[in-house]
């Protein structure tokens, strides 16, 4: 076991640096609040220790999830300091994790993280439109660690959960008010009659215009939300089961502020999904089969407006009073693995991917008084993509299952197919094969009962879509971007090597990574037309090397006091990228720095959590604290030149800032709790992104091209009282 004073070592000076808090659970224990090797399915496939997988692993467990102060999984991820995370509008995410980022605006076709629902693809890669109300659990696997993904895990996979009638048996009630005209609420019930279980979800929320930490009103920042989750599941014998699982989650009306102070905007977007799945196994459990049939519905509607607009000049020109875009995804999939233990310690799985996916977007537009539009594709050119993807991993347990050998490769074969689009003009239909072959190689050892070591190399790609392969794309400004028939993939290769110390109470898990992203697609201005531009390959990779660190502990066993009912956890999760270029950065003339755009150069998010889980009124008290480290960003925003910025193409220094939540909850009756939660407890007026911040004198932002605002910022103190009951 790891020295009690090396663990306690580490304790205070990664889980204990603000005022102390732990898990209470229900009723009194003794057993430490921490579990120290749990079982994960998202890296393999398959339920397996985390400490016998060769990547990086990040659980954000139910416990978290219902002692968070958040209001999204964007929200939950955040604090959890799994990556980079901004809300550009309460509605829409952009993510980084490991240098894969997705697209600004939440398009999962684009996207260098694979968001995934139950094991399959979310649709979506906007985590703002997903709620937290019905999710059992996330698993984050970071970097293209595993050949059972296709496209899009460059930067790593974010696998949502969602619970059912095993994993959620009872009732629960609860309500929450707060500050800026928040009201939400949920109801769920789940349980097990004979050989079925079911879970049913119900949830919903609003929100007014929040206030900055300056004290401004963000107006058009207001939301609603509105979820239902069903689940029935059927266990056929000891070795068998059937799951069928029905959602649909959405925001509605959230104004879209973004980067152009725009008052006008808003967005509706929605996600919706269906799918069934069969697990089987011989009693000797020598072979088994996983098959899943799914269906996702992924659907946007823009509603924006832009009176004032930046012309090809950079002057103002008149804008639009509408400009209305509709975007739905279709997608039909399925997968079918089926597993062989060829020998003792073996295990062999095999797999067949299929799915199809439409896209298909419309647009309206019409200007303000005295400006005639002509109707214009919309953002998003019609496709079909399908693809089928074969591929086997092996896993070989050798020296009484104290290593674990483990090698991959994926080879998919796709088809993208440009479809007709409205308003496009010269368009070029038609269909373009690719294909990709990844691999994973990796190994662990536990060397101890309470050290173990793993090692891994990894590769992922990302598909072109059509709009990249042949559109004429027309941007929200006017511009226009032309497609290239010749573009590649993107691909990204990995290696990581990671260590775990674990103690009967304590579990420490430390790696050092390098993910080098090739191939980039982006697009390239056409000389002095600065509205139009091509898509291109980027010659120049990011490479982005750094160490992340996990840290958990049960306070009270680990100082060696009696427990009895009370409890105390602390935890640490952080990152520190020490080497994050860009090295297709210089290929800009004016590019200022070599920095990775949108990644945070370190985080930490350190909690705490104390409690008596015994007597009259037992009772919790958590604290956390957030550190997000510089982040650098050619912001999209229309700052002042030169009073501002030096030149449009100018690459801004975010700097760090740090975040305070606090929650406090007790049990007043058997089941019933009151609770009372405060995000950003210091009312810190930031923003990950934006540079024009609300309430700065005078305003960065160039005033002439914003639309009713002349900052963004995020929200300031907000606070919350909630009741919920349990029967």
């Not at 919706?272 to 799914?294: H, I, K, M, N, V």
Request: charged share 20%; net charge neutral.
């Amino acid at each position: 076991m790891i020295p009690r004073r090396l663990s306690l070592a580490l304790t205070l000076a990664c889980g204990s640096a603000l005022p102390a808090v732990a898990t209470a659970q229900d009723g009194p224990q003794v057993r430490p609040e921490v579990t120290l090797d749990q079982l994960v399915v998202t890296a393999t496939g398959r339920p397996e220790p985390r400490s016998e997988i060769a990547g990086t692993v990040q659980i954000i467990d139910r416990t978290m999830i219902e002692t968070s102060t958040a209001k999204s999984v964007t929200d939950l991820l955040a604090e959890n300091a799994v990556g980079f995370f901004s809300e550009w509008t309460p509605g829409q995410t952009s993510i980084n994790i490991r240098g894969g980022a997705t697209d600004g605006q939440g398009k999962d076709f684009k996207s260098q993280v694979l968001v995934l629902m139950n094991g399959r693809r979310a649709g979506t890669a906007n985590l703002s439109k997903l709620s937290i109300a019905d999710v059992e659990r996330i698993e984050i696997v970071r970097g293209p660690s595993s050949v059972i993904y296709g496209s899009q895990n460059i930067g790593g996979v974010i696998n949502i959960i969602l619970k059912n009638g095993r994993t959620a048996p009872g009732t629960l009630v609860e309500g929450i008010g707060g500050v800026w005209g928040l009201a939400q609420g949920r109801a769920q019930t789940g349980g097990v009659v004979g050989p079925f279980d079911y879970y049913l979800g119900v949830s919903g929320a609003k929100r007014d215009d929040y206030f900055a930490g300056s004290g401004d009103r963000m107006a058009n920042t207001q939301w609603n939300r509105m979820g239902i989750t069903a689940g029935l599941g059927l266990q056929i014998d000891p070795n068998q089961r059937l799951d069928f699982s029905m959602r649909t989650d959405g925001i509605y009306g959230v104004g879209f502020r973004g980067s152009g102070g725009n008052l006008y905007s808003k967005d509706e977007r929605t996600n919706g999904s269906f799918d069934a799945s069969y697990t089987g196994r011989t009693e000797d459990g020598r072979l088994g089969l996983f098959a899943q049939f799914y269906s996702v519905n992924d659907e946007d509607r823009f509603k924006w407006a832009s009176p004032v607009q930046r012309g090809g000049t950079g002057l103002p020109v008149a804008g639009t009073r509408a400009d209305f875009n509709t975007r739905d995804l279709d997608i039909l999939g399925t997968r079918f693995q089926p597993r062989v233990s060829l020998f003792e310690g073996n295990d062999l799985l095999l797999g067949w991917d299929w799915e199809t996916s439409r896209l298909r977007s419309d647009r309206f537009r019409a200007g303000v008084p005295g400006n005639t539009l002509a109707q214009v594709s919309p953002q998003d050119n019609n496709q079909t993509d399908q693809f089928h993807a074969l591929y086997i991993e092996d896993t070989q347990r050798l020296f009484d299952d104290r290593v674990t050998l483990r090698a991959g490769v994926r080879q998919t074969y796709g088809t993208t197919s440009f479809d007709p689009t409205p308003y496009l003009t010269a368009q070029v239909t038609g269909s373009r094969p690719y294909e990709a072959t990844t691999y994973s190689v990796g190994a662990t050892y536990k060397a101890t009962d309470w050290l173990a070591f793993r090692a891994g190399a990894s590769s992922g790609f990302r598909a072109p879509t059509a709009s990249e392969i042949a559109a004429d794309f027309n941007t929200l400004g006017g511009g226009r971007i032309f497609g290239n028939p010749n573009i590649r993939p993107e691909t990204s290769e990995q290696v990581e090597i990671g260590t775990t110390l674990t103690s009967g109470v304590s579990r420490l898990d430390l790696a050092l990574f390098q993910n080098v992203i090739s191939d980039r697609i982006i697009t390239r201005s056409r000389g002095p037309n600065a509205n139009t531009s091509d898509y291109v390959n980027n010659p120049g990779d990011v490479v982005i090397r750094g160490m992340e660190v996990q840290y958990e502990t049960d306070m009270l066993h680990l100082l060696g006091w009696e427990a009895g009912a009370w409890r105390w956890r602390a935890t640490a999760n952080g990152n520190y990228n020490f080497d994050m270029k860009d090295e297709g950065a210089v290929s800009v003339a004016t590019a200022n720095t070599r920095r990775v755009e949108r990644v945070y150069q370190y985080q930490l998010a350190l909690g705490t959590r104390f409690g008596q889980a015994d007597g009259p009124y037992p009772w919790t008290l958590q604290v956390q604290g957030v550190l997000n480290g510089p982040v650098w960003y050619n912001t999209e925003e229309n700052l002042l030149v030169p009073a501002a910025e030096p030149y449009r193409e100018y690459i801004w220094r975010k700097d760090p800032y740090f975040l305070v939540n606090i929650r406090g909850e007790v049990e007043v009756r058997p089941g019933v709790r009151l609770f009372a939660q405060v995000r950003n407890l210091f009312d810190v007026n930031y923003h990950p992104l934006f540079i024009a911040i609300a309430g700065q004198q005078p305003t960065l932002a160039d005033l002439r091209f914003y639309n009713g605002g002349g900052g963004t910022s995020a929200p300031g103190r907000d606070v919350q009282v909630g009741l919920q009951a349990r029967f």
